[in-house]
């Protein structure tokens, strides 16, 4: 049997002291663009989630991921380009592509978790934020669909082209 620890609702911690959280909101998890989203979709959010929490929620904007990180969390290494152009084209996510910087192979991308606050992009001003852009809430329910039928397409498409050569 649990202790009952208060009779008062607001004097229960929700979350355990000194553990990270994301807060997500019904607005946000009712929308088409939260509900469609393929299984390699969430991943690549909730790996994004978790960097996230993983810098005390002050790094949004400036997020991390590369192919290695994201293929051992679940997302297969042929499946990554689509996935985050679905979760980009959904507006949950933005993406400051990386290039070509002198001898180096590549730069990495830096991820935006669209519906939390974004750290100002100035490095000037340090511990200051801008309001969530939330993209997400641009797309509708048919533009939902489409996004994710276009992005399936896509997917079969190259995996027959692929398998032909």
Known sequence: MSKLLSTEL????????GEPFVM????????PAWRVRSINC???IEFLMREHMNHAGK????????YDQL????????MIHSTISEAEAL??????????????????????LTFLPVRN???QVRGHYVQAPNDWKAVDEV????????????????TKTTLRK
């Open 121 to 123: 992009p100035d490095p």
């Open 59 to 66: 790094e949004n904007g400036r997020l991390l991921a590369t």
């Open 71 to 78: 293929v051992e969390f679940g997302i297969g290494r042929r």
């Open 143 to 158: 533009q939902a669909k489409k996004i994710v039928a276009n992005i399936k397409a896509a997917r079969r498409y190259k």
């Open 10 to 17: 607001n004097k229960i911690r929700y979350v355990p002291r």
């Open 91 to 112: 507006g949950l996510i933005t993406v400051e592509r990386g290039g070509r910087r002198g001898y180096a192979a590549s730069d990495l991308n830096k991820f935006t």
């Open 42 to 44: 969430i991943r690549l």
């Open 24 to 31: 997500l909101w019904q607005g946000l998890v009712c929308s």
